[in-house]
Nanobody
Framework: QVQLVESGGGLVQPGGSLRLSCAAS????????MDWYRQAPGKQRELVAA???????NYADSVKGRFTISRDNAKNVIGLQMNSLKPEDTAVYYC?????????WGQGTQVTVSS
C-alpha cells in the first residue's frame, strides 16, 4: 500500500518558519512527480510547490522566494521549508505523488500563521 504521511505543521507567528515533511512508503519518490498543495477554509486546493522526476522545480507566485521544496532520495522524503510565513499561508498542506495515472495524496497537516 502506498502511504504519504505529512508532518511538521503547527502554529507559528507571522514571519516565522516551519518545515514540513512528507514521508513516502510503497513508492519511490525519485520516480514520481511530487507536489505540495494547500487548502484554506472555503477555498480550493492550490498547488504550492512541485518537483519533477528530473528535479525541475516550480512554485506558486505567492510563495516564491519564501518556500523551498526538496527531495531526499535516501530517506524517501519530500520537504517543504517555509520561511517568512504570512497569515494567508494558513491552510492544510497536502503532499501528492503522481506517476502517469497513479495519483496518491497524504492526509494533510495543518499550518496556522497567527499572532
Amino acid at each position: 500500500q502506498v502511504q504519504l504521511v505529512e508532518s511538521g505543521g503547527g502554529l507559528v507567528q507571522p514571519g516565522g518558519s516551519l518545515r514540513l515533511s512528507c514521508a513516502a512508503s510503497g513508492i519511490i519518490v525519485s520516480i514520481y512527480a511530487m507536489d505540495w498543495y494547500r487548502q484554506a477554509p472555503g477555498k480550493q486546493r492550490e498547488l504550492v510547490a512541485a518537483i519533477t522526476r528530473g528535479g525541475s522545480i516550480n512554485y506558486a507566485d505567492s510563495v516564491k522566494g519564501r518556500f523551498t521544496i526538496s527531495r531526499d532520495n535516501a530517506k524517501n522524503v519530500i520537504g517543504l521549508q517555509m520561511n517568512s510565513l504570512k497569515p494567508e499561508d494558513t491552510a492544510v498542506y497536502y503532499c501528492k505523488a503522481q506517476y502517469n495515472s497513479y495519483v496518491y495524496w497524504g492526509q494533510g497537516t495543518q499550518v496556522t500563521v497567527s499572532s
